[in-house]
Structures are given as C-alpha cells and as structure tokens.
C-alpha cells in the first residue's frame, strides 16, 4: 500500500497493518503459516505435471478432497502430510528444504 492511501486512511479512522498484526501471531506462527503456504502452492505445481489429485491420493492412501485440501493450503492440513505428498511426486528432501529455505 502506498504511503498516501496509508495516511488516508489512517485519517479517516482506519487502522493499517499486517495480517500478523491484526491476527496477533507470534513469528514463529506468521513464519509456520508461510512454511505451509509454500510446501502447499509447491506440491500443487509438481503435482499438476506429474498426476491427477486422485492418483496422488491413492499413492498416499488418502482422498482426493485430502489432497485438494493439501494443495489449497487448508488450516487442518499437517506439515507431514504436505512433505509425504511432495514425496510421493519425486521431491527430494533437498527440494523440499529449498521450498522451506525461500520463505520469509
């Protein structure tokens, strides 16, 4: 946001932040929100090239709607099940910690 729409609305009664800011997060809570945000948009890249959602979770022995929810960055999702997924498409750890590394 630019400076100028920032001081308008702050005039105007508006209070101007971040996301973190207004949810109260700790920064180890913005940074592991980022960290899944990342594995999920990544997973749903290769996974696009590679298979359906539905081929996916049959490796995983889980559901398609698992998998979508993995990809679109669902709050229920766990970190183990988005590295197993990106796993299962060929990501090497190294990949997967070059993911994690680009955050922040």
Same mark, same amino acid.
């Given at each position: 946001m630019d400076e100028a729409k920032r001081k308008?609305?702050?005039?105007?009664?508006?209070?101007?932040?971040?996301v973190s800011e207004f949810l109260e997060l700790t920064t180890e809570e913005a940074a592991l929100? @980022?960290?899944k945000? $990342?594995?999920?948009?990544?997973l749903k890249?290769?996974?696009q090239k590679l298979m359906t959602q539905t081929e996916l979770a049959e490796?995983?022995?889980?559901s398609q709607p698992r998998?979508?929810?993995a @990809?679109?960055?669902? $709050?229920?999702v766990s970190i183990e099940l988005l590295i197993r997924a990106m796993l299962a498409?060929?990501?090497?750890?190294q990949e997967i910690g070059k993911v994690i590394a680009q955050v922040g």
């Open positions: 308008r609305l702050e005039e105007n009664g508006w209070k101007v932040g971040t929100i @980022e960290i945000l $990342a594995l999920s948009r990544n890249e290769r996974r490796k995983l022995h889980s998998i979508a929810k @990809e679109n960055g669902d $709050a229920s498409t060929g990501a090497t750890p």
